[in-house]
């Protein structure tokens, strides 16, 4: 099973909004576990390395945004739903993308910046934005 599933990806104009989802699966999160990761979306275009969009601690107490998104994203995180979002408003064809939900086993308040340290990830959810 998937441990990470996002959805809400679509076709938008310029200027609109999204709002993505990522459950993280019951069998490798209890609630209890979910709580303790970092949650993180990172995204990759086409013929560009995958970066980090946003990232919340495993307390909402840090969150990061990547200067691209700082005040247009919001992360936000439902550890009862054991569910991350991602609100994207402005959107702008750069942030046409696969996005992708990822967890990080991380008890500090810092998101880390790098892939590698993200144990669980998803499968992506295609964002395009239309000039």
């Known amino acids: 099973q998937v441990p990470l599933v996002e959805s809400g990806g679509g076709l938008v104009q310029a200027g609109g909004s999204l709002r993505l989802s990522c459950a993280a699966s019951?069998?490798?999160?209890?609630?209890?576990?979910?709580?303790?990761?970092?949650m993180a979306w990172f995204r990759q275009a086409p013929g560009k390395d995958r970066e980090l969009v946003a990232g919340?601690?495993?307390?909402?107490?840090?969150?990061y945004y990547a200067d691209s998104v700082k005040g247009r994203f919001t992360i936000s995180r439902d550890d009862a739903r054991n569910t991350v979002y991602l609100q994207m408003n402005s959107l702008k064809p750069e942030d046409t993308a696969v996005y992708f939900c990822?967890?990080?086993?991380?008890?500090?308040?810092?998101?880390?910046?790098?892939?590698?340290?993200?144990?669980?990830w998803g499968q992506g959810t295609q964002v395009t934005v239309s000039s």
């Open positions: 019951e069998s490798t999160f209890s609630r209890s576990t979910f709580s303790r990761y970092a």
């Open positions: 990822a967890a990080d086993f991380n008890p500090t308040y810092a998101v880390r910046q790098s892939a590698a340290p993200y144990e669980y």
């Open positions: 919340i601690s495993w307390n909402s107490g840090g969150r």
